[in-house]
């Protein structure tokens, strides 16, 4: 879904690729999607989960399957942008 190496940290967040298919029968791929999630979106999603790292990067991997999970759901649903920005709305939260 994702290679690692394509990250590219920036002084205003995480650019990065995924690579949807869906499965109909045989699996079909998408065109890769160049991916930008923000350095706030990372430190609510951070404050959210009571994760400790204050670095951008340190908290993309801590929740990259999720980050990469909702950039692909937003591609395969068709939402544009170049890049595809990952949003704090998108991820979704359980209130107690």
């Known amino acids: 879904m994702m290679n690692l190496s394509d990250l590219d940290?920036?002084?205003?967040?995480?650019?990065?690729?995924?690579?949807p298919t869906f499965r109909f029968g045989n699996q079909r791929a998408l065109h890769a999607r160049t991916c930008f999630v923000s350095n706030e979106t990372?430190?609510?999603l951070a404050t959210r989960h009571y994760c400790n790292s204050h670095l951008p990067e340190e908290i993309f991997r801590r929740f990259e399957q999720e980050i990469a999970g909702i950039a692909v759901r937003l591609a395969q649903a068709g939402v544009g942008g170049t890049p595809l920005?990952?949003?704090?709305?998108?991820?979704?939260?359980?209130?107690?």
């Open 9 to 19: 940290v920036t002084t205003a967040g995480i650019n990065f690729s995924v690579q």
């Open 85 to 96: 920005v990952v949003r704090v709305e998108n991820f979704t939260t359980v209130e107690s």
């Open 42 to 44: 990372l430190d609510e």
